[in-house]
C-alpha cells in the first residue's frame, strides 16, 4: 500500500480496488501446493529455487528422462 501511494500515479480509488483485488486473490492460498511469502526478498527467491528444484526432481519427470539410465541400474 505504502509503495502504491508513494509512486503517485494512481488515485484512492484505484489503490483501494487493487488491494482488494490482492486479498481476494491471496485468500486462495489453500489451493497451491506451494505457499511462499515475500518478506524478505533473498528467502522467497531461495524458497522458489527449492520448489523449481523439486519439481525437476519429480520421480515421474526424472522417470523419463533418466530411462536408460534406471533400466541399466535395475537389469
Known sequence: LQ??????????????????????EMSHYVEGDYLVVNQDFDVA?????????????????QQTELAQLLQDLLS
Open 3 to 24: 509503495r502504491l501511494t508513494a509512486r503517485g500515479q494512481d488515485d484512492n480509488a484505484i489503490i483501494d480496488a487493487r488491494m482488494a483485488e490482492a486479498v481476494e
Open 45 to 61: 527467491l531461495a524458497e522458489l529455487q527449492a520448489i523449481f528444484t523439486c519439481q525437476r526432481l519429480r520421480t515421474s519427470r
